[in-house]
């Protein structure tokens, strides 16, 4: 794969090991919005799917899964923590900028942690992303930063009015709100944004 566009060396992150953001536990927020929702198991594809843990948790549920990230060294664990689990996930290493073009789409989409990278870098190249692997109905679940944390630590953040303007045209919004991530040990991590989005424009 050609070098991915983003914002910093994410496979030296974790072949360093500095990877604050993998909290090796499912999210809960992501299990509570297909709970509350009604998400049935069909074809989803996360993108920035690190080691797999949402990966594999969405398999576990009973959904045909594909994973997408650019640090083959993640890709390299998550398929260990898979063959592990006993559940078939298709990964696929690329850059979650302008890809997916002429894909069956996805009925749903999960992120956790790469629109508000993506922003700073392309953010037209991420939404094309979306376009190319939804159709319409398709729903997809952002996790964000979110720009009223307090603390230093935690991800890239962003504001509501920054989510509804990036979003205007290309998705409809069912809800933002917000949440917390998780750290190691499930405990609350930094104050993020959930964003519920349905492909019906």
């Avoid at 050609?2 to 500095?18: F, I, K, L, Q, V």
């Avoid at 996360?46 to 994973?67: D, H, M, Q, S, Y």
């Avoid at 870098?121 to 991420?126: F, H, I, M, S």
């Avoid at 992303?129 to 953040?157: C, F, M, W, Y």
Wanted: charged share 25%; with cysteine.
């Amino acid at each position: 794969m050609s070098s991915a566009n983003t914002d910093r060396d994410w496979n030296g992150r974790y072949a360093s090991g500095e990877t604050p953001w993998d909290s090796g536990i499912p999210s809960r927020e992501l299990l509570r919005v297909i709970d509350e929702h009604g998400v049935v198991p069909g074809r989803a594809l996360e993108l920035g799917c690190g080691t797999g843990t949402n990966a594999i948790a969405l398999a576990r549920k009973g959904f045909e899964v594909t994973a997408a990230d650019c640090a083959p060294r993640a890709l390299q664990a998550a398929r260990d923590k898979a063959a592990d689990s006993g559940v078939l996930i298709d990964w696929i290493e690329a850059d979650v900028q302008n890809f997916g073009e002429d894909w069956e789409p996805f009925d749903f989409v999960f992120d956790r942690g790469c629109y508000h990278c993506c922003r700073r870098v392309d953010l037209a190249g991420y939404l094309r992303t979306l376009k190319n692997v939804t159709h319409d109905g398709s729903r997809v679940l952002i996790l964000a930063g979110n720009a009223n944390e307090q603390t230093e630590h935690g991800p890239p953040r962003v504001t509501e009015d920054d989510i509804r303007s990036d979003f205007a045209g290309s998705m409809r919004i069912v809800f933002i709100r917000e949440f917390r991530f998780e750290d190691p040990g499930g405990i609350d991590g930094p104050l993020g944004w959930s964003i519920l989005l349905v492909r019906d424009i």
